[in-house]
Nanobody, 124 residues
Framework: QVQLVESGGGLVQAGGSLSLSCAAS????????MGWFRQAPGKEREFVAA????????YYANSVKGRFTISGDVAKNTVILQMNSLEPEDTAVYYC?????????????????WGQGTQVTVSS
């Protein structure tokens, strides 16, 4: 099992920045990738960003490309999502996920492990 703990959410004005952190523990040696998803009220969970550990390749949703940056430390099993130029549309609960499968990192179903989520609210 892999346990994930997120931190760093909060309230920020539009145009501001927040940094989310996710720490993994447990059987992390077999993790293939870690990612961030978000879910706004009344909407489905959607992909935000991911990082593949084997070569540090990063992936982004078009809606956050150029504004968000994902980075990670495989030795510490930690991934960080730096969010800049935040917009009210970024308001959601953000979830960290870890996958051991070498499939698409964009698909939530590929992630068997999830954190509890952290709220991000962007005011206009």
């Amino acid at each position: 099992q892999v346990q994930l703990v997120e931190s760093g959410g909060g309230l920020v004005q539009a145009g501001g920045s927040l940094s989310l952190s996710c720490a993994a523990s447990g059987r992390t040696v077999s993790n293939y990738a870690m990612g961030w998803f978000r879910q706004a009220p009344g909407k489905e969970r959607e992909f935000v960003a991911a990082i593949r550990w084997i070569d540090s390749t990063t992936y982004y949703a078009n809606s956050v490309k150029g504004r968000f940056t994902i980075s990670g430390d495989v030795a510490k099993n930690t991934v960080i999502l730096q969010m800049n130029s935040l917009e009210p549309e970024d308001t959601a609960v953000y979830y960290c996920g870890a996958t051991v499968y070498s499939g698409s990192v964009y698909v939530g179903g590929q992630y068997p492990y999830w954190g509890q989520g952290t709220q991000v609210t962007v005011s206009s």
